[in-house]
């Protein structure tokens, strides 16, 4: 059993209160902590030489993720858990429809981030 208070021992995480076996590379991932020592859930599965904050990763706000990306929730890869996702450079699409959510921390919405890069906003062409 493991709680906020009790965690569990090294190689194994908490999971609705029970501790299992740390994830392996490739393996499916749904949070953060989940793979064993050395990998980060990256775009869902266990991924080696990838850091924290990078895109792909989980995070839960925009200063969790590298100076490049903002903290959102991306549907196509989680409905519940939002991810770092890399800013759109100049003359890169917006899409029709501006997949950037703003993520709900502590009951505050945190500053709007993205979708483009400083400096940048997204134009409607053509």
Known sequence: ECNINKP?????????HMCRSCLHESTPCHFIGTCCQGFVCQ???CTKGVKQGMPGTYCDKTSECDENSCCVRELSLSTR???????????ESCGPI???HQVYTD????PVCGPCKQGL???NVG
């Open 8 to 16: 569990c021992p090294k190689d194994q995480f908490c999971d609705v």
């Open 43 to 45: 775009y869902g599965q």
């Open 81 to 91: 858990n939002s991810v770092c996702k890399p800013m759109l450079n100049e003359y």
């Open 98 to 100: 501006n997949l950037f």
């Open 107 to 110: 009951g505050r919405v945190e």
């Open 121 to 123: 906003q997204c134009k």
